[in-house]
């Protein structure tokens, strides 16, 4: 019988590990005629109950604790595949531990896709406000670089099988501990195996904003070594969803934690960020991490500004035209 496992990396989630847990033992039972499954949950250092609340929960599917003492998701992914690869896991998930919108429906659509494909990548419908790393980084470097557009390629919420586990442990790397794993995740998966997207409808977590620039600066520098330590990916196997993802819905909480805080007051023409990021293209490193931070820091809050009013589809629109422009070279310096 082959093995799943589900992966809830966590740092401080007591108000929500049960919850999570308890749903993904729910969805677990439904296939275990099928498969033997274990939700692991690796945690980095938490300071709270979380683990100790996980560790008392009553489910139905095998449960399995992992300390590391090292903090940062990319230390809990780590811990997580080599227990995969240690008991022989067929189909790996990764769920943050945060998440209050996973639905049962999410393990069977991923394992359906899981057929034809060995590693598959989340899309969501996520308020306007959020994933700007990803709407206005991530997506703009990936088209030009390797020519596709990948809707939420830093999503975290992955599946995988056997084959991608066994070539993620041949990498060492030591860049990946923090918030970098997610990307180096997606784009070894790009170069190694059959990728998919995979539609999970709206995505609720807790919100992240407070850490945004946190994550940037770990995600670029990370996508910056991930690029050059795995060198050309040719031949990639991407197929894609196609699917529009900021919802129509406000997130006034968001708007205001920001208002108050907006010091810039640039619009979007002359927030730099093109320029900053045709800079990195040219010459392939990143020269001032500030700079960047800051040109980033203007451009998304333009980007709020100016779109706070316009609907999902014109939102959408201003992310790819900025990697659409990246990629045709259209930025002279």
């Not at 670089?145 to 586990?165: A, M, T």
């Not at 170069?191 to 995979?198: G, H, P, Y």
């Amino acid at each position: 019988m082959k093995k799943i496992a589900v992966c809830l990396p966590s740092y401080n989630e007591e108000d929500n590990i049960e919850n999570i847990t308890m749903k993904i033992d729910k969805a677990l039972r439904s296939v275990s005629k099928n498969y033997r499954c274990v939700i692991v949950n690796c945690d980095s250092g938490s300071t709270d109950k979380t683990n100790e609340i996980f560790r008392s929960l009553k489910t139905r599917v095998k449960k399995v604790s992992i300390l590391n003492k090292e903090k940062g998701k990319g230390v809990n992914i780590i811990s997580f595949m080599d227990y995969c690869y240690k008991n022989n896991i067929d189909y790996a998930f990764t769920f943050d531990a945060d998440l209050t919108s996973f639905e049962e429906k999410w393990i069977y659509k991923i394992l359906d896709k899981l057929k034809d494909n060995d590693f598959v990548v989340p899309v969501y419908k996520r308020r306007r406000y959020e994933g700007n790393t990803t709407n206005h980084l991530m997506i703009p470097l990936i088209y030009y670089y390797y020519g596709v557009i990948v809707r939420q390629p830093i999503g975290g919420d992955y599946g995988f099988n056997k084959s991608y586990i066994k070539k993620f442990r041949k990498y060492k790397t030591d860049f990946i501990r923090g918030y970098g794993i997610d990307i180096f995740m997606f784009l070894l998966a790009l170069k190694e195996v059959r990728v998919s997207e995979v539609s999970l409808g709206f995505k609720r977590h807790k919100p992240s904003y407070g850490k945004m620039e946190k994550i940037f600066k770990e995600v670029l520098i990370s996508f910056d070594k991930t690029r050059k330590y795995l060198g050309d990916i040719d031949n990639i196997s991407f197929s894609g969803e196609g699917i529009l993802s900021i919802d129509s819905s406000l997130d006034e909480e968001f708007y205001d934690y920001y208002r108050v805080r907006d010091t810039y007051n640039f619009k979007l023409e002359e927030s730099n960020w093109v320029l900053t990021l045709k800079k990195y293209l040219k010459y392939s490193r990143i020269d001032n991490l500030s700079e960047f931070l800051t040109s980033f820091r203007c451009y998304t809050r333009a980007y709020w500004r100016e779109f706070k009013d316009k609907s999902p589809e014109e939102c959408e629109r201003q992310i790819y035209d900025l990697a659409y422009l990246l990629k045709e070279e259209k930025v002279c310096l």
